[in-house]
């Protein structure tokens, strides 16, 4: 058998004038092997110098930026120039952006599933996979990043006990302590791994590898009894029992 030809390293910049926001978009460009950040920018003009004397394959860029902005940027580079991913906030310059022909279009807060897409488009749009050979996989995430106070804080999926809603935050129970986010349970049911993790009532999901014990219409997590609401019942059920078979 040949070996598997390594994945050519993708050199990209990150241009955003929130340092937060850069910050996550570093983290997760950290988990993806092979992206290689050449440099990371809080305002464009600096990164409009670095790219004249460095080209790259791709940019993730935000919009909303002081003196020049991303969309400005993006006119001034080049063709053919890198890749773009458009990071914002505001979802008023979709129609724009595609008329500048960028590859992708980010709304923050971005998820980590979803900044995945973009750059595996932007992977095969750079290196498409010669036929028959099977696309390279990427490492499933593991971890998402939950808002708290005015961080956005990385929980790692194996230290999840159960997430309880509260109205409209939700409280996480991990091996480390509680996390209260403003979060709603469709956006993280998005995030977790639905082998891993299941709804067991409107207002709980447990870490299936957590539960203790289950006893009449309730499970032990932690040392706390939760509730397996009627609507989640017989899923969960069937969850459990697939479990067992394994």
Known sequence: ????????????????????????????????????????????????????DNPVDLVFLDIHMPRLTGLQLAQLLPAPGPRIVLTTAYDSYAVRSYELGVTDYLLKPISF????????????????????????????PDAMFVKNEHRLLRVAFDDILYIEGMKEYLMIYTTQGKILTLQSFRRVEEVLPPERFARIHKSFLVSLQRIEHLERGKVQVAGRLLPIGDTYRDSFATLIRAHNQL
């Open 113 to 140: 599933e979803r900044f995945l897409q973009a750059v595996n488009k932007v992977r095969q749009a750079l290196m498409p996979p010669p036929a028959p050979a099977p696309e390279a996989a990427l490492a499933a």
């Open 1 to 52: 058998m040949e070996p598997e030809t390594p994945l050519r390293k993708i050199f990209c910049v990150l241009i955003d004038d929130e340092p937060l926001a850069l910050d996550v978009l570093a983290d997760y460009c950290a988990q993806i092997s092979f992206l290689d950040v050449r440099g990371q920018f809080h305002e464009a003009l600096a990164a409009l110098a670095f790219l004249q």
